[in-house]
T-cell receptor, first 114, second 113 residues
Framework: AQSVTQLDSHVSVSEGTPVLLRCNYSSSYSPSLFWYVQHPNKGLQLLLKYTSAATLVKGINGFEAEFKKSETSFHLTKPSAHMSDAAEYFCVVSPSGSSYKLIFGSGTRLLVRP | GAGVSQSPSNKVTEKGKDVELRCDPISGHTALYWYRQSLGQGLEFLIYFQGNSAPDKSGLPSDRFSAERTGGSVSTLTIQRTQQEDSAVYLC???????????FGNGTRLTVT
């Protein structure tokens, strides 16, 4: 069965310091992987996606993620946090390689301290 | 351009009443999804429409839930005889097709009292 695990429910960082949001997946097939961000009272916005091209994926707002098959991980990083990055982040797997029936992690809430 | 629009943004209803939630997808998007987001949880797939094909209803939690998509555009999610456990944010998303990223609406927050 396919699944995705976000290892931290909350992450707190100081503005200007690096961000690391961890995600591990389980998939029998070569998956497509996504990170979405959700700001309060808003819908989800796509940050980036991995679809078996380059293993290092660059997204919007300075975020990037690296697909590591040996570790079944797809961690999200950003070199320097900004106050506007405070939001909920979801790691998502599409087991069949399509955007149909995505499987969402439980989310990581990122807090950015001034 | 306009994004995915959902209405109402908030709905409070009494237990046992029926509710209808509306989704206007991005024009031209053939795929439409409904997800449910409960407090502190990830997103739970409910139903998927693709063009004129029969919808995938495998995520609907009970027969009180139904959805339709008229003319390949607007979709309505109906919950009959609402229960307190139905309280959640209901998110609609659309995409150009099965291999395209999803574009989400802002959701409808449903509270059943």
């Amino acid at each position: 069965a396919q699944s995705v695990t976000q290892l931290d429910s909350h992450v707190s960082v100081s503005e200007g310091t690096p961000v690391l949001l961890r995600c591990n997946y389980s998939s029998s097939y070569s998956p497509s992987l996504f990170w979405y961000v959700q700001h309060p009272n808003k819908g989800l916005q796509l940050l980036l996606k991995y679809t078996s091209a380059a293993t290092l994926v660059k997204g919007i707002n300075g975020f990037e993620a690296e697909f590591k098959k040996s570790e079944t991980s797809f961690h999200l990083t950003k070199p320097s946090a900004h106050m506007s990055d405070a939001a909920e982040y979801f790691c998502v797997v599409s087991p069949s390689g399509s955007s149909y029936k995505l499987i969402f992690g439980s989310g990581t809430r990122l807090l950015v301290r001034p | 351009g306009a994004g995915v629009s959902q209405s109402p943004s908030n709905k409070v209803t009494e237990k046992g009443k029926d509710v209808e939630l509306r989704c206007d997808p991005i024009s031209g998007h053939t795929a439409l999804y409904w997800y449910r987001q409960s407090l502190g949880q990830g997103l739970e797939f409910l139903i998927y429409f693709q063009g004129n094909s029969a919808p995938d209803k495998s995520g609907l939690p009970s027969d009180r839930f139904s959805a339709e998509r008229t003319g390949g555009s607007v979709s309505t999610l109906t919950i009959q005889r609402t229960q307190q456990e139905d309280s959640a944010v209901y998110l609609c998303a659309s995409s150009e097709g099965r291999r395209s990223p999803l574009h989400f609406g802002n959701g409808t927050r449903l509270t059943v009292t």
